[in-house]
């Protein structure tokens, strides 16, 4: 059974930027993707992008595409999704999420418990 | 912002069945596309629940079956228990946007 371990809340100013990771660990986490999704306080689930294990391959939504970098350490099974030119409506709970492929129509099987990223001046 | 239209709250009393409508278009759930659900408990992980052909992850109970429509999902709880008072959504594709997502149901057990 595949668990993901994400880092710590984050306070941040406008304009700068966040990093969050999510380690994974259990399982065999490498045949799967690592899906990166936000919800804003009182919103639903927004998809932000993923990246497979295997390969490496990013792909990301349309919206974040100019300010969203993700990334993966395979050897350490390690995600990370970096948020650049913070806004204060980026404030929300950021989750990664397993999945079979980076952007198919599949479920998001195990959840990490998220990691809140308040921007404020 | 979601794609995917689901009512804020349904309520039930224990033993009783209650339904979640997940209405999306002809660019996502009209298209054929799976929808999944998920149960979130305030302070959680969320967790996969079933899927579009009602496949559930080991653990879940029976008592939770999807069905489809046309552009509209639905997710049916029956024999109604306290341990169900939770946040629901729904996740689907969108040709254009990718991955979407409901808005999500608070149901409440009374």
């Known amino acids: 059974q595949v668990r993901l371990e994400q880092s710590g809340a984050e306070v941040k100013k406008p304009g700068s930027s966040v990093k969050v990771s999510c380690k994974a660990s259990?399982?065999?986490?490498?045949?799967?993707?690592i899906t990166w999704v936000r919800q804003a306080p009182g919103e639903g689930f927004e998809w932000m992008g993923g990246i497979n294990f295997l390969f490496g391959t990013a792909k990301y939504s349309q919206k974040f595409e100019d300010r969203v970098t993700i990334s993966i350490d395979a050897s350490t099974g390690t995600g990370h999704m970096e948020l650049r030119s913070l806004r204060s409506d980026d404030t929300a709970m950021y989750h990664c999420?397993?999945?079979?492929?980076?952007?198919?129509?599949?479920?998001?099987?195990?959840w990490g418990q998220g990691t809140m990223v308040t921007v404020s001046s | 912002q979601s794609v995917l239209t689901q009512p804020p709250s349904v309520s039930g009393a224990p033993g009783q069945r209650v339904s979640i409508s997940c209405a999306g278009g002809r660019s996502n759930i009209g298209a054929g596309y799976d929808v999944f659900w998920y149960q979130h408990l305030p302070g959680s992980a969320p967790k996969l629940l079933v899927s579009g052909n009602n496949i559930r992850p080991s653990g879940v109970p029976d008592r939770f079956s999807v069905s489809k429509s046309g552009t509209s999902a639905s997710l049916a709880i029956t024999g109604l228990q306290t341990e169900d008072e939770a946040d629901y959504f729904c996740q689907s594709y969108d040709s254009s946007l990718g991955r979407v997502f409901g808005t999500g149901t608070r149901v409440t057990v009374l």
């Open positions: 259990g399982g065999n986490f490498m045949k799967y993707a």
């Open positions: 999420a397993t999945s079979l492929t980076v952007t198919g129509n599949d479920a998001l099987e195990t």
